[in-house]
């Protein structure tokens, strides 16, 4: 005999509310690490030497504090089963956890062993935490410390300006210094008797060159110096203002070149090939004479005045001026003059105001409204036609984000309509040939960009979206889990943040209350 439910009870069921009622469905791609709907997902270790690694994750406060969160750390075996959880934190500012969630990945410094540093509340002390082991270790009171690009070395600081340069294995060297930074694996700085000083990875400080009173990093190995006869250096300053007697130092042979003096250098702006840079002098009336200054020579072309800004185009010995007289409407008094080094302005297109170049200079893009404007509602045109036609990179009424160039001449764009949300932005692929669209996601974020690819979450409503990869090759998109997942992190190599055959570690949060909910992962070729 089939048995009838009551009718109350059928109703209960469809209500949202009824979450035991409501079926599993199926499960999303790759395997459950945590069945954890309150786990916030923020990192992962690197392999360790066993194949073993780190899932790093947030929870609510054991203290059952609504503004604070624990750190935990799931350890997986060789074989990616999980198998222990550790709390390695506990009483993180729920504001500090949020702020670092937008690509899933950790805002929080991670050494290239995978132990992770973290501010204490009560301290205010800088903590390294090891996920393996669940080892401490205190790091002093500096709350922004630098790693080295392998990792392998953290840089930190008091309040005073003493420093402190940890090695690998917890070898300490501490030093007092000004323009502290890593160049390289190096660590470079000014010393109080003005000397630049470099901390290579093997052996102590050495004088690196003398009498220098500040530097800046310029162009490839080059180093910018402003060399002085003082007897002390912590004055402060940059060198953005006239030099007398730079010089740029090249790292690698320590060979200096004297540039011309009592100029305001641009060491930022390099041609492509290093050779020249731009420079300029300002007469009594604040008018500004621009010229390209040949680093191998020494020589100086003037491109008059009247130059707002340059930039080189990428892969082209060719420098773009941009100028704009803000007393006429709308871009009529923005103009782009082409420069060519030893030949003199190639082309003048007016009306436009300059916005920079894709990676290699194919293109080039200007804005759609006034510079005074935050939205630019940037359009794209071919650089080697620069008065032909142009189209619009974002739709109007947005701003031009991220921009990847396909191997088939597209450009995969972000088009961001709100800047103060990243939630806020849409992913779309432009021809800049023809101003052909296609729009890959409405709302959204990219999780990683690899080599050949990235990661992004897309089509975002309610902090959830579709896991998608994007080939660059192809601009081929292919969604991995559809509409729940809230974060994501794949497994970096050293070169590439998103290999081929790598695995990916997500965030799944169903709208309802669903066993599927938590972190997973999943193979993706």
């Not at 199926?26 to 990192?43: H, K, V």
């Not at 450009?411 to 949300?421: A, H, I, M, Q, R």
Request: proline letters at 6%.
């Amino acid at each position: 005999m089939q048995r009838r439910w009551p009718v109350f009870v059928v109703l209960l069921c469809l209500s949202p509310a009824a979450a035991g009622c409501l079926p599993r469905g199926e499960p999303p791609a790759g395997r459950q690490i945590l069945a954890d709907p309150t786990a916030s997902l923020l990192s992962i270790t690197p392999l360790h030497a066993d194949g073993t690694r780190q899932v790093l994750f947030f929870r609510p406060s054991q203290a059952q504090d609504p503004d604070s969160v624990d750190l935990w750390s799931l350890t997986l075996t060789a074989n990616g089963e999980p198998s222990t959880e550790n709390v390695l934190a506990r009483g993180i500012a729920v504001g500090l956890e949020l702020s670092y969630r937008a690509g899933g990945g950790s805002g929080f410094p991670m050494d290239a062993a995978g132990r992770i540093y973290l501010p204490d509340n009560d301290s205010g002390h800088l903590v390294r935490y090891d996920p393996a082991t669940g080892e401490k270790k205190d790091r002093g009171t500096n709350d922004s410390p630098a790693l080295s690009p392998s990792g392998r070395r953290l840089l930190t600081s008091d309040h005073a300006g003493n420093y402190t340069l940890y090695e690998d294995d917890d070898q300490a060297t501490t030093f007092q210094g000004s323009h502290v930074e890593f160049i390289g694996e190096s660590v470079f700085y000014v010393s109080a008797d003005c000397q630049l000083m470099r901390l290579a990875e093997e052996g102590g400080p050495e004088v690196f060159a003398a009498g220098v009173q500040t530097y800046q990093v310029a162009w490839g190995s080059l180093l910018a110096l402003q060399h002085t006869t003082a007897l002390s250096c912590f004055t402060g300053g940059g060198l953005d203002g006239p030099l007398s007697h730079p010089v740029l130092l090249d790292t690698t042979t320590r060979q200096e070149t004297p540039l011309p003096d009592d100029l305001q250098y641009d060491f930022s702006n390099f041609s492509s090939d290093g050779r020249r840079l731009t420079a300029r002098r300002y007469d009594q009336d604040d008018q500004a004479q621009w010229f390209i200054v040949d680093r191998a020579s020494g020589n100086l072309e003037s491109l008059g005045t009247g130059i707002g800004f340059a930039d080189w185009r990428p892969g082209h010995d060719e420098l773009w001026l941009g100028s704009f007289d803000d007393s006429r409407p709308e871009l009529q008094g923005a103009s782009v003059t082409i420069w060519i080094p030893g030949q003199g302005p190639h082309a003048t297109v007016p009306g436009v105001y300059l916005s920079g170049f894709n990676s290699d200079g194919r293109y080039w893009f200007s804005r759609g409204t006034r510079p005074d404007q935050l939205i630019t509602s940037d359009l794209v045109g071919l650089a080697d036609q620069p008065g032909g036609a142009r189209y619009h990179a974002v739709p109007v009424g947005s701003t031009m984000g991220d921009v990847v160039t396909l191997g088939d001449g597209r450009l995969f764009v972000g088009s961001v309509t709100d800047v103060n949300d990243f939630r806020a932005a849409d992913y779309l692929v432009i021809d800049p040939r023809d101003g052909a669209t296609d729009v890959l996601g409405l709302r959204g974020f990219i999780a990683a960009t690899g080599t050949t690819r990235l990661l992004g979450i897309f089509n975002y409503a309610y902090e959830r979206g579709d896991l998608t990869t994007v080939d660059f090759a192809t601009g081929r998109r292919t969604i991995l889990v559809s509409q729940f997942v809230m974060a994501a992190i794949p497994a970096a190599s050293s070169d590439d943040a998103f290999p081929a055959n790598t695995s990916v570690f997500y965030q799944f949060r169903a709208r309802y209350d669903s066993p599927w909910s938590g972190l997973w992962m999943m193979a993706v070729p």
